[in-house]
């Protein structure tokens, strides 16, 4: 026998069915949207985190050099005795001492860092920069990051005559998808007249 599909219990029925898998199909792909928005928020959260930590990086070298500088004034020597003429580039870290200090003595307990030539340091290039909790960013120990830093030094003759040099510290660092980006600082500094 056949049943009689014209009653309205058995329509209703199927429309029921029709409408849960309606629902259901509603329901996951507003879940999938949220779910892509998230996967969308952390990715560029982590982006944003990349540049909030350049941006110290690049300042941190910037401040490096100018106590380099003050350095060498406290101790009556030229400020910029450390720096090649024309244009170089370094490396520079809180958690070294001045090339002509004994590493294992700083009699004035004055730590401004060190000057490092990357053809020194790392003969491929460029160093990238490793992270302590205990000494912050450096050159020697911690964990290894996807940073590197470059302070660029130019008293070429294109620098205007009444500064002393150009100081430029640029951070780049690799992204997620290989890319790389980059925050670079400039600044002037003066010879005192």
């Known amino acids: 026998m056949d049943k009689d599909l014209s009653s309205p219990n058995q329509r209703r029925s199927g429309q029921a069915l029709v409408e849960a898998v309606v629902a259901l199909s509603a329901l996951t792909i507003s879940y999938l949207g949220i779910l892509s928005l998230l996967n969308r928020s952390v990715g560029t959260s982590r982006v944003i985190a990349d540049q909030n930590i350049a941006a110290y990086l690049s300042m941190e070298g910037m401040e490096i050099v100018k106590n380099?500088?003050?350095?060498?004034?406290?101790?009556?020597?030229?400020?910029?005795?450390?720096?090649?003429?024309?244009?170089?580039?370094?490396?520079?870290?809180?958690?070294?001492?001045?090339?002509?200090?004994?590493p294992g003595a700083d009699p004035d307990n004055f730590n401004p860092g060190r000057l490092v030539n990357p053809s020194r340091a790392c003969p491929q290039g460029p160093c990238s920069l490793r992270y302590d909790p205990a000494l912050g960013y450096n050159y020697t120990t911690g964990a290894p990051t996807p940073f590197f830093r470059v302070i660029e030094i130019d008293s070429s003759p294109g620098?205007?005559?009444?500064?002393?040099?150009?100081?430029?510290?640029?951070?780049?660092?690799?992204?997620?998808?290989?890319?790389?980006?980059?925050?670079?600082?400039?600044?002037?500094?003066?010879?005192?007249?």
């Open 68 to 102: 380099l500088v003050d350095a060498n004034f406290m101790r009556g020597e030229p400020f910029d005795k450390d720096f090649g003429s024309g244009n170089s580039s370094y490396e520079v870290s809180y958690s070294t001492e001045l090339e002509e200090d004994d």
């Open 159 to 193: 620098v205007p005559a009444s500064a002393a040099f150009r100081v430029t510290s640029r951070v780049y660092w690799i992204t997620k998808g290989g890319g790389t980006s980059e925050v670079r600082l400039q600044n002037y500094f003066f010879r005192k007249s």
